[in-house]
């Protein structure tokens, strides 16, 4: 095992099979290994970012994690696009504090008259640039007026493998996400494309998801693990241990080596007393202040913990 470590401290690249025998390392062996990797690409920099749930619920898709699918029975918020002029309100405040903005929206897609609204929106946004959208399938015509408006990144999480996709959604395909996110690419947008942990996936499909988001050149990886919503399908599964979590975000940062990744989702109640290990492990940014229909932890205490660590938050 040591051998590998060696690996990829030389900076050999390595195979599927390597990267699903790091999940047998010692958790100190993996994070050293993975803490280099990051200081080496990232330095002491931390990325913070935050979103507005900016649309809510009754989405026709049947994601089965998701408390906003019309398929499951959650009392979920539900909402139609929010006034336009809160959402700046709320980006430009929150971009103060944080160097990214999400601007999230539940269902398959927007329609012209909501991508209009949001771009008259975005043109006269102070901080444009880093503002990104999260609003599912987008016609090339949508991707030219948002590349106008001055939006730089778009989101679009793959959520899991290839092979484990068909069990947890039906109603859209593994191979739609990867085309959205190509022909975002192909417009000049910088991808942010991640995943969902802890859903019934294998270790292999964790592995099979980082390769994935490789080959797709992810400039920013969103790592969300599962929280349990009532009312979802999946609300009895059991959620992930801390020290896996750690594994994961560490097997990420060796296979992807230079994109950004960002612990989102599930952070804090997930991980509890280690969530500063994170950084350790080979995580260079998170998500503050609360999650689509989750809370989350204030950016006072996560800027602290930043600044107790002895790294930098960068303002992108
Ligand atoms: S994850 Fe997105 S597409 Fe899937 S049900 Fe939830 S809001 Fe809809």
Known sequence: MENLIIKIL???????????????????DLCFAAAKIRKKYKGNKVKVCSI???KSGQCSEDCKFCAQSSFNKTDVKVYPLLDTKRIKEVSEKALENVGCFGIVSSGNALNDNEIGKLCEMFKQHKKSSHLGVSIGRISDESFCKLKEAGIKK??????TS??????????????ERIDTLKRAKNFGFQ???????????????RVDLA????????????????????GTALEHLPTIKPIEILKTIAVFRIILQTPDIMVCGGREINLRDLQSWIFQAGANGMMTGGYLTTLGRDIITDKQMVKDLGLELESE
């Open 191 to 205: 991808i942010c494309s991640g995943g969902l942990f802890g859903i019934g996936e294998s270790l292999k499909d």
């Open 162 to 175: 290839a092979n484990f996709y068909p069990n947890i959604c039906s109603t859209h395909s593994y191979q």
């Open 154 to 159: 778009m989101h679009h999480n793959l959520e």
């Open 211 to 230: 390769f994935t988001l490789k080959e797709i050149d992810s400039d920013s990886v969103p790592m969300n693990f599962f929280m349990p919503i009532k």
């Open 10 to 28: 030389n900076n050999k690249q390595i195979d599927k099979d390597d990267a699903l025998k790091l999940f047998d390392l010692e958790i100190e």
């Open 52 to 54: 507005i749930n900016a």
